[in-house]
C-alpha cells in the first residue's frame, strides 16, 4: 500500500481539509489513510474512498507516508501525536492544525529528526475560503514545503510566516476571527430589527452586506480605507454611522482588546 498522508482527526476541520484535497485532485483517495477513532467520523472518510481505521496502530507496518497531519483538538494532541513516534526518523513531516501547540511540543514527543510544520486554518476552510498561515521548522524540505501548501491552498488563501512566535497572533486574527464577523453580522442583523426591518430581512442585508463588501476588498486594487472613503459622503448618512464608531478610534480599540485577549490566551494554551 503506498501511503502519501495519514489524516488523523476526521472531525470538521480534518474532513473539510480532506474534502478539499480529493475534489481538487491534490490527493486520489487510495494515497491517504485516516485515522478517527469515532465510528461516525471514519465511515464518512471512508465513504471518500479512503483507507480508515479507529488506531494509529492500524497503519500498516511497512507505510512511510510523506506527512502526516494531525488535526485534534490541543487538549489531545499529546496523546494523540505520541501514537505517531514510530514515524520521527526524519522521513516523514508531520503537519499540525491545533491552536497553540508549539513545535517545540512536537519535536520533543516525535524527536528532533522530525520535520515539523504548523499551519493555522480557518472555519470558511470548509467551503475553500480559508486563511491557512504556516510555519515550518529547519528540518522541513524546500519541495515538502511546497507540497504542504499545494495541498492547504485546496482549502483557501495560505501564506507562512518565520517567527513562529507569531503564531498566537495570527490566531487571534485569522483563527478566530470568522466568529467576530459572524458576531458583527449577529449585532448588524440585531440593529436592523431595532430600524424596523423584518427578522429575515434584516439578516439578509448584514449577511449580504459584509460578504459583498469583503468581495470587494479582496477583489478591487484599492485600500480599504480608500474603498470606505469611497462609500462615505461629506455629512451624509454613512458618516454619521462612521462617527459613532470611529469616534475616538471605539472600534478599533475594541478590536485590538479583543485580539489581545485571543493571543493571550493562545500563548496559555501553548504551555
Known amino acids: 500500500m503506498t501511503i502519501r498522508l495519514v489524516l488523523a482527526g476526521c472531525g470538521n476541520m ?18 491517504v489513510f485516516v485515522v478517527e477513532p469515532n465510528a461516525d467520523l471514519r465511515q464518512r472518510a471512508a465513504a471518500l474512498g479512503c483507507d480508515t481505521a479507529p488506531d494509529a496502530g492500524d497503519i500498516p507496518a511497512d507505510a512511510v507516508p510523506e506527512l502526516v497531519v494531525i488535526a485534534v483538538k490541543p487538549q489531545v494532541i499529546r496523546d494523540v501525536s505520541a501514537a505517531y513516534k514510530r514515524f520521527g526518523d526524519g522521513r516523514t513531516t ?12 512536537f519535536e520533543a514527543i516525535l524527536g528532533h529528526r522530525a520535520p515539523i510544520v504548523r499551519c493555522m486554518p480557518n472555519t470558511p476552510a470548509a467551503i475553500g475560503r480559508g486563511m491557512m498561515v504556516v510555519f515550518s521548522n529547519k528540518l522541513v524540505s524546500e519541495d515538502t514545503k511546497r507540497f504542504v501548501t499545494d495541498l ?26 470568522p466568529a467576530y464577523i459572524f458576531h458583527f453580522i449577529e449585532a448588524l442583523t440585531v440593529a436592523a430589527e431595532k430600524a424596523g426591518l423584518p427578522a429575515a430581512t434584516a439578516q439578509l442585508l448584514a449577511k449580504q452586506t459584509v460578504y459583498g463588501a469583503a468581495s470587494l476588498a479582496i477583489e478591487s486594487d484599492e485600500e480599504p480605507g480608500v474603498l470606505r472613503q469611497q462609500v462615505t459622503s461629506p455629512n451624509g448618512t454613512t458618516a454619521a454611522a462612521l462617527a459613532v464608531l470611529m469616534g475616538e478610534d471605539r472600534l ?4 485590538t482588546e479583543a485580539v489581545e485577549a485571543a493571543r493571550l490566551r493562545s500563548i496559555e494554551l501553548g504551555k
Open 94 to 105: 508531520f503537519v499540525s492544525v491545533a491552536a497553540g501547540t508549539p513545535s517545540a511540543t
Open 152 to 177: 492547504l491552498s485546496a482549502s483557501g488563501e495560505v501564506t507562512t510566516i518565520e517567527d513562529e512566535g507569531l503564531m498566537d497572533a495570527v490566531t487571534a486574527v485569522s483563527g478566530s476571527g
Open 252 to 255: 478599533t480599540n475594541l478590536l
Open 14 to 31: 480534518g474532513y473539510a481539509m480532506l474534502s478539499g484535497w480529493l475534489k481538487s485532485g491534490k490527493l486520489a483517495p487510495s494515497a
